[in-house]
């Protein structure tokens, strides 16, 4: 049988990672997908690819011309970004071509409308590289644990991210220092604020849910809050509690709706998901039949993300002769089954709290904080007080509550930041227990 042609639009890190595997492992990847996968044309920027193998490629700068080639059999996407790559996407569907993409951006902003196309043409769109880099994610949610209710999804699925608050805690270092050590070794994204903000981490987390729920793609409903407001002082103090503050994408469902959020979190020290480091990315899923299950690897990478661009390939290839209603839903759940089930504005959400505030060292004023939590019905875990540093009169308290739902917390903390022996803004980090009962 004649390869399966393909169209490559961006010979950049991962898209040069694409061809190498896809050439070195040639025999093993045809006796998998049932015929061989050779990329016939490609469009890049770059004029030269030193360390890529080109064989059998002929490259120009047109991604479009590339698109409408007829002879092409599936496009992969590895442009990034929302424009061009959406209008090249649409497009190659039109063309009547498969699509694989590693665009966590497009496919989280403009999935609705890509699948929707993709339906109406009857051609797949995957993609397994645009969550996690080379953790099979997206396969493990989609089909491996198709038999349970999915009850949550809590991931770290920002390396540059995961990589700060590490170097944060094990070796002191300070945030923006870590940044440009990430940004040199290329895992951070072109605008970094995309990684520290949360951005990147609400893009993946926006396919986890709508594929673990059957939910639209939603990004617009993400609560998104990043790291840059972090500090050392908090990693330690998390830690002298028993905890790891983690950069968490969060997904669940609750009786009032889905929890879609994005945010530094602490999460008990024994969980091995507290202690997934450096640039690597885990994902753990709790299932009502299988329990919690844990994904972990490489969440960035040439070779690690064009793992999962070159899995995709033999999925489609193999399936390329399937009747279009037999085939694997793009988001897990048939188009016309999918839920209207409500995202939860943040303020609805229950969690537990880490709280840090910078408060006078005289008699009353921990009653008077206590107090207001009181009143609210907020109840406290824990409490440290650490020493006042030299002659200061302050000295920070650390809090740790109970859930609660998080207006209430906001209105404690509007009150608590209005006592006259409360310094500054009171620092919250929510917190999670992602134990198997939760
Ligand atoms: N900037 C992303 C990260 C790359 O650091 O995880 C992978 O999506």
Same mark, same amino acid.
């Given at each position: 049988m004649n390869p399966v042609k393909v169209g490559l639009l961006g010979l950049g890190t991962v898209g040069g990672g694409t061809a190498n595997v896809l050439a070195r492992n040639q025999e093993e990847i045809a006796r998998r997908a049932g015929r061989g996968i050779q990329i016939t044309h490609a469009a890049a920027r770059e004029t030269s690819f030193p360390d890529v193998n080109t064989e059998g490629m002929t490259i120009g700068t047109d991604p479009f011309a590339v698109v409408d080639r007829p002879e092409i059999d599936i496009v992969v996407e590895?442009? /990034? +970004?929302?424009e061009p790559a959406r209008e090249l996407v649409l497009r190659a569907i039109d063309n009547g071509k498969h699509v694989v993409t590693a665009n966590k951006a497009l496919i989280a902003m403009h999935g609705n409308e890509i699948f929707a196309a993709a339906q109406r043409k009857g051609v797949m769109v995957a993609f397994e590289?645009?969550?996690? /880099? +080379?953790?099979?994610i997206i396969k493990a949610l989609r089909e491996g644990l198709a038999a349970n209710r999915i009850e949550w999804v809590a991931g770290i699925i920002n390396g540059t991210g995961n990589f700060i608050l590490t170097e944060m805690r094990d070796k002191g270092r300070d945030f923006a220092e870590v940044l440009a050590e990430a940004q040199a070794l290329g895992y951070a994204e072109a605008d970094p604020t995309f990684d520290v903000e949360g951005i990147d981490a609400a893009h993946k987390l926006t396919i986890i849910a709508a594929i673990a729920f059957g939910i639209p793609l939603q990004f617009d409903k993400v609560y998104t809050e990043g790291i840059s407001h972090v500090t050392r002082a908090d990693v330690d103090y998390a830690e002298q509690l028993g905890y790891r503050i983690k950069h968490l994408g969060l997904t669940r469902r609750t009786a009032r709706g889905i929890e879609l959020r994005v945010h530094p979190t602490l999460i008990p020290h024994r969980r091995l998901i507290a202690n997934v480091d450096g640039v690597m990315n885990a994902v753990l899923v709790k299932g009502d039949a299988v329990g919690p299950t844990l994904y972990y690897g490489a969440g960035a990478g040439r070779e690690p993300t064009a793992s999962a661009v070159v899995a995709d390939l033999v999925d489609v290839t193999r399936t390329l002769t399937t009747d279009p209603e037999n085939r694997v839903p793009h988001l897990a759940f048939q188009p016309d089954a999918l839920s209207d089930i409500p995202v939860l504005p943040m303020e609805e959400v229950e969690t537990a709290y880490y709280l840090r505030m910078q408060v006078e060292d005289r008699p009353g004023v921990l009653a008077d904080i206590t107090r207001i939590l009181g009143d609210q019905g907020i109840s406290i875990e824990a409490v440290l007080q650490k020493e006042p540093v030299g002659s200061a009169s302050d000295v920070s308290v650390i809090m740790l509550t109970h859930r609660v739902v998080e207006r209430r917390m906001n209105q404690a903390i509007e009150r608590i930041e209005a006592l006259p022996t409360v310094e500054g803004r009171v620092t919250r980090i929510r917190m999670e227990p992602l134990d198997k009962d939760d």
């Open positions: 590895l442009i /990034g +970004g929302y590289a645009a969550v996690a /880099g +080379g953790i099979p």
